[in-house]
């Protein structure tokens, strides 16, 4: 790309080769050519903005969804977590408690605020004789940052009568946040290196990425035999939810192609436990280099697709590039692990000591 001074100097120099004499700085000639350079040059810029916007390896935002329109793809809005909550009360119930939906539940309150909501999809009955009732929820909103931890809902935010409290006894999971241009690009890229004809692998794996809260998708051809397809899915670290599950697979059956059998399944979450030692730069204090080392790992896992196996050289990559740390010794697992094509590798737990110095 040309810039302002470019364009001047190729005009002066061709104007003084047309007529034998050089245009002066303040003569009424001269300043044509400057306001004329600077038009050029804006110009410029713009053709060359353009150009990276007429192709899908360089396009972004806006530019970007219009390459995908012309594929049958969209980007991904965010997608919320869903799980469980547990409602209970301190004593057996001497009567059945009718639950309505949509019962808002909220993490620990942070400043007088209830940061993150969830909200109950189905009504029930706590039975006379329980004290607890679960029932499925989600987070109010998309993203990534709506996955909690085991225990972390407790705000009884709807009063329920005769209940007094609420739990989450497992992790909510499937939050993701809406699609970046680079996995959107990513995306795209692939379908026009798998072609979809409506009835071969790429089809159906199309089909299923092109829903909200789907980071990962296995296709297998065959799964039982002839006429048979198998379609794994899961989120972002986590296996799909069964809502979305059952929303894709009744897509499907109206999609798919004449005389074949669909099965859509959530992936199955393989937790792998890692231990590792690690030693930081000078300076650097262990607990917010441990705190890093759990955040780099945490990203790793959350990137991997079904049926990807876990190479130990790629966790290695991971920790490497943690800002601070100068070596690290990974003692478990000891050998990469295979995953079979309805496998997804989770993160489990993580335990991080101080490397021995050797003296």
Request: glycine letters at 10%; aromatic letters at 6%; one cysteine or more.
């Amino acid at each position: 790309m040309s810039d302002y001074s470019e364009f001047l100097s190729a005009m002066q120099a061709e104007y003084a080769a047309q007529t034998g004499f050089s245009a002066d700085d303040a003569s009424d000639i001269g300043i044509r050519l400057k306001v004329l350079a600077t038009q050029l040059a804006a110009l410029s810029g713009r053709v060359e903005a353009l150009k990276a916007e007429a192709f899908p390896q360089t396009a972004s935002n806006g530019w970007l969804d219009y390459h995908a329109e012309t594929r049958g793809l969209s980007r991904k809005a965010a997608a919320p977590s869903s799980g469980t909550l547990r409602l209970y009360r301190d004593t057996p119930s001497a009567a059945d408690i009718s639950v309505p939906e949509g019962v808002v539940c909220a993490l620990r309150q942070t400043g007088g605020e209830a940061e993150l909501r969830f909200v109950t999809t189905a009504a029930g009955v706590l039975e006379a004789g329980d004290t607890s009732i679960d029932l499925p929820a989600r987070a109010d909103r998309g993203g990534a940052d709506t996955n909690a931890a085991p225990g972390a809902v407790c705000v009884l935010v709807t009063p329920v009568q005769g209940l007094s409290g609420v739990t989450n006894p497992a992790a909510f999971s499937g939050g993701a946040d809406a699609e970046t241009d680079d996995q959107l690009r990513a995306r795209l890229l692939r379908s026009f290196a798998s072609i979809s004809n409506g009835a071969n692998a790429a089809f159906y794996y199309d089909f299923a990425m092109g829903f909200d809260g789907i980071a990962s998708a296995n296709v297998v051809p065959r799964v039982s035999g002839r006429g048979t397809v198998g379609v794994y899915l899961a989120g972002e670290g986590a296996p799909a939810s069964s809502e979305l599950v059952q929303e894709i697979e009744a897509r499907l059956s109206q999609a798919r192609e004449i005389n074949v059998d669909v099965t859509v399944a959530s992936a199955q979450a393989v937790p792998v436990n890692l231990t590792l030692q690690i030693e930081g730069t000078s300076g650097v204090e262990f607990e917010s280099l441990k705190a890093a080392c759990t955040q780099r790992l945490t990203d790793f896992f959350r990137g991997l697709a079904v049926g990807q196996d876990l190479l130990l050289s790629s966790v290695g990559d991971a920790l490497y590039h943690t800002e601070g740390l100068y070596n690290y010794k990974l003692t478990a697992p000891t050998a990469d692990q295979e995953a079979e094509a309805n496998q997804l590798f989770t993160l489990g737990t993580v335990t991080i000591s101080r490397m021995a110095v050797v003296s």
